[in-house]
């Protein structure tokens, strides 16, 4: 993760969505194709990879200024959730929304993120906690996925709250989730990944593991919010080898070794750690020191992390949990792309993989997380196609 290869006064070539030739200009430029190309003046910037963001939740339809507000005042996520907002707030809008409605949210986020030199998005449900409305949730993300350039992975979060009406009996809507929703989802495609959270409020590590059981059968690779506010067993889920599992804010040295010697990704998100107000972040030092494979991503949601920014993340990633530059950028690019299964074509500037990139308005690659809160996004290039942000 500390070697970015960096090429000086370089020229990237693409063709058909492809990258052709990347490395020094005068050796790029003898391309004979060269002639025909449109070429664009990255203004001696820095390109990197297209970021791949593994972990977002695009499917509300509007903001949570009342659990902003209360927990200004000091309340805390579990206290929000109890009063009956949190996830479930967002609920009654995602039921009661249309499809073209969903998908007009889902592309809006995405658009964003676009802006700021994301070219892959994964893109969970999980606010609409009954079979209808998670399914169309589904349906939107793929229906937004049809009209951007980009890439898109659909993850089925079903399991992410126990809904109101049934909050009083978990497993009734756990034998939903098993029996109704997952096949449903699987028998049409809609579903790249099943996600689960584990957590203290939402599931429990015996739900967690029926739903992977439901998933596996199904054919659906796994992923889990774990970890978040409470530590979890890790053993028991790794057992199921989900592709990540995500926050692990609280994690045990022994599970760290475990997660170390698996395939699983961790994907930290510390942007939910910082508008949550936590003081502490996700352990990233030990991840990496310990041997875990790390990627970061925004945790773009409504509820504790509303930020499309994946060059934000970095700098929280740099200044708060104290990884390099270099560990950073790879985490969000080639190490994102692991998460997602999908690093053959993925996160890294390599002749014949996919054609994307973030062109970025810095003299090198150390600002990309020096400078926050404002875009210095020039140009993203999503398969190809070039789109101008200024």
């Known amino acids: 993760m500390s070697s970015l290869r960096i090429v000086p006064d370089a020229a990237v070539l693409c063709a058909d969505g492809k990258i052709l030739a990347v490395g020094p200009r005068k050796d790029v430029e003898q391309s004979s194709l060269l002639s025909t190309a449109?070429?664009?003046?990255?203004?001696?910037?820095?390109v990197l990879p297209g970021f791949v963001d593994s972990h977002t939740h695009p499917v509300f339809t509007a903001p949570r200024l009342i659990d902003f507000?209360?927990?200004?005042?000091?309340?805390?996520?579990?206290?929000?959730?109890?009063?009956?907002?949190g996830?479930?707030?967002?609920?009654?809008?995602?039921?009661?929304?249309?499809?073209?409605?969903?998908?007009k949210h889902v592309l809006s986020g995405i658009e964003r993120l676009v802006a700021e030199g994301t070219t892959t998005v994964e893109c969970k449900t999980g606010y609409g906690l009954t079979v209808e409305s998670e399914l169309r949730s589904l349906q939107a993300i793929r229906s937004a996925a049809g009209k951007w350039m980009g890439t898109t992975f659909s993850t089925l979060l079903g399991a992410h709250t126990v809904p109101a009406e049934l909050k009083d009996r978990p497993d009734e809507y756990v034998d939903i989730v098993c029996n109704e929703m997952i096949p449903r989802a699987a028998e049409?495609?809609?579903?790249?990944?099943?996600?689960?959270?584990c957590e203290q409020g939402a599931f429990t590590l015996s739900q967690t593991e029926q739903i992977f059981k439901a998933a596996t059968r199904e054919g659906v690779p796994l992923r889990a919010h774990v970890g978040q506010f409470t530590a979890v067993e890790l053993e028991r889920l790794l057992r199921f080898r989900p592709v990540s599992l995500d926050h692990l804010d609280c994690v045990s040295d022994s599970d760290l070794q475990l997660l170390a010697?698996?395939?699983t990704i961790a994907i930290l998100l510390p942007g939910a750690a910082y508008f949550l107000g936590h003081k502490e972040y996700p352990s990233a030092r030990r991840f990496i020191d310990a041997g875990v494979a790390v990627a970061l991503a925004t945790d773009y949601n409504p509820g504790t992390s509303p930020t499309t920014s994946m060059p934000m993340i970095l700098s929280l990633a740099c200044t708060q949990m104290k990884m390099s530059v270099e560990e950073a950028i790879a985490a969000a690019t080639i190490n994102g792309a692991h998460a997602l299964r999908f690093a053959e074509w993925k996160g890294t500037i390599e002749t014949g993989k996919d054609a994307d990139l973030a062109?970025?308005?810095?003299?090198?690659?150390?600002?990309v997380a020096y400078w926050f809160g404002s875009s210095r996004c020039l140009a993203t290039v999503l398969g190809g196609t070039l789109v101008e942000h200024r």
């Not at 449109?38 to 820095?46: M, S, T």
């Not at 507000?69 to 907002?85: D, T, V």
């Not at 062109?359 to 090198?364: F, G, V």
């Open 359 to 367: 062109i970025l308005d810095a003299r090198e690659y150390r600002e």
């Open 188 to 197: 049409n495609k809609l579903a790249d990944f099943v996600d689960v959270f």
């Open 69 to 85: 507000e209360k927990r200004l005042s000091g309340a805390s996520y579990e206290e929000i959730a109890a009063a009956g907002g």
């Open 261 to 263: 010697q698996s395939e």
């Open 38 to 46: 449109l070429i664009y003046d990255c203004q001696r910037g820095v």
């Open 87 to 103: 996830i479930r707030s967002s609920a009654t809008g995602v039921r009661l929304a249309k499809l073209e409605e969903l998908t």
